[in-house]
């Protein structure tokens, strides 16, 4: 029996929250507020054990009334004992408002506390880090200090000791406490924080340096390197030149740490775009290096900064050399593969295949020799050479399985310039160019490859074809004939539209999936939330209808074994704007519906979910303002984040659009948003602005090619135009077969196909 067959059969007495939550799940806080101010007069026995006080306070927080939600949270201090902390951190965040940080660090100190939930804990560790630097008491701090905290928190709070220790004078041991913890780690906020701290002291105090160097702390070297990390490469470039003659010249190098800030300053100019610079720094330290693989290692690095720098000359002959150092290394294969394009691409074919009979003798580079293969048929394929490629394609196919939907579509290209060629009707070639684009867009509808397969049926040598192919298959009957179908005549086609919507109407029938196509939310009422003792903090506040402060609860309320539920779970995370427990949620309630249903004909409540479109508004007017594409935008804040906020990468890329510091801040002072500071990047009204200002920036310079700017959003500006500079033809599926990183193909691949995606399910946001 279902669960909501059961709550039918038998109805608990009504909860007060019930009508709450209603109001919430409408949007109308106002309605939930007068709701609440009744109970909390009627019945405030029953108000005072749900924390009725501190839903009013978030409500009037919500309503903008601040003053209100103030008086409520102090109401809530003698209400509900789990929501106590959240009362306080509240209570907290309207001091820190009103400029008073003393009194919030002591409202706060209790709730950074391990027995305090996750979901709480971080924000309540950082509220008090803050409230402390503003002016808070540094003596609270100490049994702060002394509980057993998370590692991050308790990083957090080592920053906080610094800056205490150096209030009182003591900068020796504020740099202590900064050396110990960058030694513990330098990826995550709290060493970013450390750093900065840092470097305020080290200008400050000229000593402190030498002073730590005393007691076995480089400093110097410490910033740098976490500088580095957290893409701050003007001031790690700056620190590390400071250290590097503390790191010995032409001698090889000693330790794993030297080797470390050698290598990242040289890569701080890299990434700065001072690609000379940074080739010379390489060809300086890879003589230095103690075994093979890490000279391999920083003669590749050399070979690609030659390469950006237009010294395709010395770049070939540095990607050879990383080959000879280390034969059956990592990078041996990339090398072999990168020499081969810029061979083949300046037009000197024998040695490119003498070098692709290299990567042949491999066996552990199979990958590469397959790409080299494609690279070779696709470049004759664009100048309409025929009599080599459909060998290469093979090739490529055999060497790399994963390689056979770009094969099939570039076999159908082979096919339909074949029929090009011929000058007359040719119905036979003709077939084949369809049914290799065909397999290619069964294999995935909203590839790039496939969605320029798919504009080719339309076209006059292919139409023909694809007309009798599209009636062949959906005589057939079956689910893949009717998709085929629609593949090959599209929306513009009343025979297409008919197989697309047949296609549905059968998945909605059959067993398996019928339940997902008649998915709605769940009443509030009936939820079963209401039948179970709830006494853990987040699942009462997901009974208050605060679903972003009960967010951890909603999978074990709304579980993903029962998409009825779970469907309704995943839209309370995603109107709380908590977007990426969504997609998870919905993902794992919708796994028998996508493994048995291609993505056209899933359901809209599904596919909405999966690809959802929170921010919607601020999405669609940064894209107007800076005249990108809205549906883009939503792409790329799709793959790079799933819509949290607070993501942050281990490159330290943060926020929705996973922006490093250095283009941030540039970008921010270009567009009117000021100097803002690493943290600021995990605020959706920034981190959306700045990533629609980067999109057009890239398309404005790349000439309007959604592709490559794509392509220097994941992989830099200039890596995106040297693999331009690999093509013949400025078409995508030429760009798209000859990305050379692996992880930029599938950027372009997850973004290009999430586009299409929002442009189907949101046609309503129009592009500029």
């Known amino acids: 029996m279902s669960w909501l067959f059961a709550v039918l059969l038998a109805v608990p007495a009504a909860d007060v929250r019930v009508p709450l939550v209603e109001h919430q799940v409408a949007g109308s806080p106002r309605a939930a507020l007068e709701a609440v101010e009744v109970i909390l007069a009627e019945r405030p026995e029953v108000a005072a054990e749900v924390g009725a006080s501190y839903l009013r306070g978030r409500l009037h927080e919500e309503l903008g009334q601040l003053d209100q939600a103030e008086e409520a949270f102090a109401d809530a201090l003698s209400e509900a004992p789990a929501l106590q902390p959240y009362v306080r951190y509240r209570l907290a965040l309207a001091q820190e408002r009103a400029r008073h940080p003393e009194v919030a660090a002591g409202l706060i100190a209790s709730v950074v506390h391990p027995a305090v939930p ?16 503003g002016g808070g008491d540094c003596r609270i701090l100490t049994g702060v200090e002394r509980r057993p ?62 002073s730590l160097a005393e007691h076995g702390c480089d400093a110097e070297l410490l910033v740098g390197l976490t500088f580095h990390q957290h ?29 470390d800030a050698l290598y990242a ?46 010294d395709w000359t010395g770049a070939d002959a540095a990607f050879r050399r990383t080959f000879l150092t280390d034969r059956q290394g990592e990078l041996a294969g990339p090398a072999v593969l990168s020499a081969l394009r810029l061979e083949w691409r300046g037009g000197r074919e024998a040695p490119a295949l003498h070098l692709l009979g290299i990567l042949m003798r491999m066996p552990e580079a199979r990958e590469y020799a397959s790409r080299a293969h494609l690279f070779l048929a696709v470049s004759d394929l664009v100048r309409g050479r025929l009599d080599r490629a459909e060998g290469w394609l093979a090739a490529a196919e055999r060497l790399d399985r994963d390689a056979r939907l770009e094969v099939s579509y570039w076999r159908g290209r082979l096919a339909e310039l074949r029929l090009g060629k011929a000058g007359v009707e040719d119905r036979e070639t003709a077939a084949r160019a369809v049914a290799e684009y065909l397999a290619a867009a069964l294999e995935d509808p909203y590839h790039p490859l496939a969605m320029d397969a798919r504009v080719r049926f339309s076209s006059p040598p292919l139409a023909a074809a694809a007309a009798r192919e599209a009636r062949s298959r959906a005589a057939t009957g079956t689910s893949e004939g ?16 008919a197989s697309r919507r047949a296609l549905a109407e059968r998945h909605a029938a059959a067993a398996a999936t019928a339940r997902f196509y008649r998915l709605v939310p ?85 596919r909405s979910l999966l690809f959802p479109l929170p921010w919607r508004d601020r999405i669609a007017g940064e894209a107007r303002r800076f005249g990108t594409d809205p549906h883009l935008l939503a792409a790329v804040i799709r793959e790079e984040s799933r819509f949290d906020p607070r993501a942050l990468s281990p490159a330290s890329a943060r926020g929705l659009t996973q922006f490093v510091w250095l283009t941030a801040r540039r970008l921010a002072a270009e567009v009117g948003l000021g100097a803002i500071q690493p943290s600021d990047l995990y605020e959706p009204r920034i981190a959306i602005a700045l990533g629609a200002a980067y999109l057009a920036e890239l398309e404005g310079e790349l000439d309007g090619s959604v592709h490559r700017a794509l392509a220097a959003y994941n992989a830099g500006p200039a890596q995106a135009q040297l693999w331009q500079a690999y093509c013949f033809s400025r078409e995508l599926p030429e760009y798209y077969s000859k990305t050379g990183f692996a992880q930029t193909r599938a950027y372009l691949r997850k973004v290009l196909s999430s586009r299409a995606q929002y442009a189907e399910l949101y046609p309503e946001i129009e592009a500029p």
Request: proline residues 6%.
């Open 265 to 310: 300053l040289a890569r701080g100019y890299f990434w700065r775009d001072q690609f000379a610079v940074a080739a010379d720094r390489f060809a300086e330290l890879a003589p230095r290096t103690r075994d093979l693989a890490e000279r391999a290692r920083v003669l590749y690095q050399q070979a690609r900064s030659l390469e950006l720098a237009g």
């Open 482 to 497: 009717l998709l085929a179908a629609w593949l090959l005549l599209g929306e513009g086609s009343l025979e297409g539209r």
């Open 231 to 259: 893409r701050q490469f003007d001031l790690s470039i700056l620190y590390l030149e400071r250290a590097a003659p503390r790191l010995g010249s032409g001698r090889t190098v000693r330790s794993d740490r030297e080797l």
């Open 522 to 606: 769940a009443p509030v009422r009936l939820w079963p939330l209401w039948e179970r003792e709830l006494d853990q903090a987040p699942e009462m506040l997901l009974a208050l209808g605060r679903v972003e402060d009960g967010a951890s609860a909603v999978g074990r309320h709304f579980p993903a074994d029962d998409p009825a539920l779970a469907y309704t779970g995943s839209r309370l995370l995603l109107d709380a704007l908590r977007a990426r427990e969504a997609i998870l949620l919905a993902d794992a309630f919708a796994r028998p519906l996508t493994r048995r249903v291609p993505e056209p004909v899933q359901p809209r409540e599904v």
């Open 118 to 133: 996750p979901g709480l804990l971080g924000p309540a560790a950082e509220l008090f880090a803050r409230a402390i630097a």
């Open 149 to 210: 905290l998370p590692e991050r928190e308790r990083r957090l709070l080592r920053v906080v000791g610094a800056l205490c220790a150096d209030r009182r004078g003591d900068h020796l041991a504020a740099g202590q406490i900064l050396c110990n913890l960058l030694e513990g780690g330098r990826d995550d906020d709290p060493a970013r924080l450390a750093a900065e701290r840092f470097d305020e002291l080290l200008r400050r105090d000229r000593d402190l340096g030498p």
